[in-house]
């Protein structure tokens, strides 16, 4: 009998943790559209307008630099943010910086200033850091064999946005001329409205928090094997509900029910270790170099980043300088951007199926031929540059997606927020560094030499993921 009520409340538990789960999904699912239409919206015209504002093609790439390293340092308080109230404020942090950084873009391509321009970029980054955190996010309560998938979908979502962003250069030039503002400028002011919606749609719906839920249903699930019990009160199944409660009560976002969930109030949700609550780059690095899995998978996620942000940042100006129409130029960035997130669900479905290592030795050999092909792009448009461009994108989403699985993975609910933070600025700090990079290689050897140096890193790609050895801490993936 005793058995039998166990394993009821066990249902119990699974049946409600799925369904927080199928909401999460959508939630994420929904901020990253608009999110992503903020991003792009961006990046379309981000080295066009450094190009105009500084006079220079060698610093053309800066802007986009700036953009990638803001994404990279505004993951540490995100993390931290993360680690001590969950998800949900953590994103809100993001998005909130992305578009305060839209907005000093905007007030930079007004009063012509590179300066004010770079700093924008750098809070517009704090996007990029929101967009990374929800694919962790959507794999906090994810099953076992479809952690893949779920985390895929969310990098998936963005892809509605993402593509639209990109096709909306020529109609928010025709606002900007209309309202008295610069034509590039309208594309941020499409951004901006992009990301106050994302930040509506996480600050109301994403309850209750994925990794608050995760983290207790970790640590009763402990408790239940040593014999401990946490809360004998209330059976399993009571697990989401407590956490829901705490995390949706009538206090909305505010801090007194997550506040409770910290210090062990009396909605009971306390986690007895404290170091679930550190979030620091510190104690990422200790967990990464004791698990070579999820530092394989931090390292695939960052090299796939840097070959995709070096060639992609200067490509615009690539078209540009060929003569290439400001349209054009708009339908190869998005193309790409389909070749990034529109298979990301195959991609995940590939990983859970074969596993993360093959898909990403898969991804490093797509950004090599990519990279060769892009090499032998001359200016302006052509078709090659356009399968380039895709490839890139397609590369980049097996990396992303095999890279991001295997980390989360191979370590533990408390352990996430900490890794996963490293694991974004490293990526971002890639990226940043590969765009810096680009502009200088542009501007002394040309795109080709750029385009055959990126073809080379996902070679190491392959060679790094083909000589990892599994972790033996944790099940390899």
Do not use: K
Not at 178 to 190: D, I
Not at 314 to 328: F, K
Request: charged content about 10%.
């Amino acid at each position: 009998m005793t058995t039998g009520r166990a394993l009821h409340e066990q249902a119990g538990a699974v049946t409600g943790r799925a369904a927080v789960q199928r909401r999460t999904v959508r939630v994420l699912v929904l901020s990253q559209v608009l999110s992503g239409l903020g991003m792009a919206s961006g990046i379309a015209v981000g080295v066009l307008l450094a190009e105009q504002l500084s006079g220079s093609a060698s610093l053309a790439g800066f802007g986009t630099t700036f953009q990638v390293l803001g994404g990279a340092l505004i993951s540490i308080p995100v993390a931290r943010l993360m680690a001590a109230r969950g998800r949900r404020p953590g994103l809100q942090l993001g998005y909130l910086l992305a578009l305060l950084g839209a907005a000093l873009v905007v007030v930079a391509a007004v009063a012509g200033s590179f300066l004010l321009l770079l700093l924008g970029m750098l809070l517009f980054g704090g996007g990029t850091s929101g967009n990374g955190q929800a694919r962790y996010a959507a794999a906090d309560l994810a099953a076992e064999g479809r952690r893949g998938r779920d985390l895929s979908v969310v990098v998936w979502a963005t892809t509605i946005g993402s593509v639209l962003g990109p096709n909306l250069v020529g109609p928010g030039r025709a606002f900007a001329t209309a309202v008295g503002l610069p034509p590039l400028a309208g594309s941020y002011v499409f951004a901006l409205v992009g990301f106050v919606l994302a930040w509506l749609v996480i600050n109301r719906l994403l309850r209750p928090d994925p990794l608050l839920v995760s983290r207790r249903l970790e640590h009763e699930g402990r408790a239940a094997t040593t014999g401990a019990a946490p809360d004998a009160s209330r059976p399993a199944s009571g697990v989401v509900d407590r956490v829901t409660e705490a995390t949706a009560g009538p206090e909305g976002p505010a801090a007194p029910a997550l506040a409770s969930t910290r210090t062990g109030g009396a909605g009971g949700t306390a986690d007895p270790d404290p170091d679930d609550h550190d979030g620091s780059l510190t104690r990422g690095l200790r967990v990464v170099r004791a698990n070579p899995t999820a530092r394989l998978g931090l390292l695939t996620t960052a090299l796939g980043h840097l070959v995709m942000v070096s060639v992609m940042v200067m490509t615009p100006l690539h078209m540009s300088h060929g003569d290439a129409d400001l349209e054009v130029i708009g339908f190869v960035i998005s193309m790409h951007i389909v070749g990034m997130y529109a298979l990301s669900p195959v991609v995940g479905l590939a990983v859970d199926r074969v596993g993360g290592r093959p898909v990403a030795v898969t991804g490093g050999v797509v950004l090599a031929l990519a990279g060769v092909l892009a090499s032998r792009a001359h200016l302006g448009w052509s078709g090659l540059l356009l399968a380039a461009l895709v490839l890139l994108g397609l590369g980049w989403s097996c990396t992303l997606v095999s890279g991001s699985t295997l980390l989360t993975s191979s370590v533990g609910a408390s352990e996430r927020p900490a890794v996963q933070g490293l694991s974004e600025l490293v990526m971002g700090l890639a990226g940043a560094g590969g765009g810096a990079l680009a502009g200088v290689v542009v501007g002394r050897f040309g795109y080709a030499t750029l385009a055959t140096s990126a073809a080379l890193v996902g070679v190491v790609v392959v060679a790094l993921v083909t000589t990892t050895h599994r972790s033996r801490l944790r099940p390899a993936v």
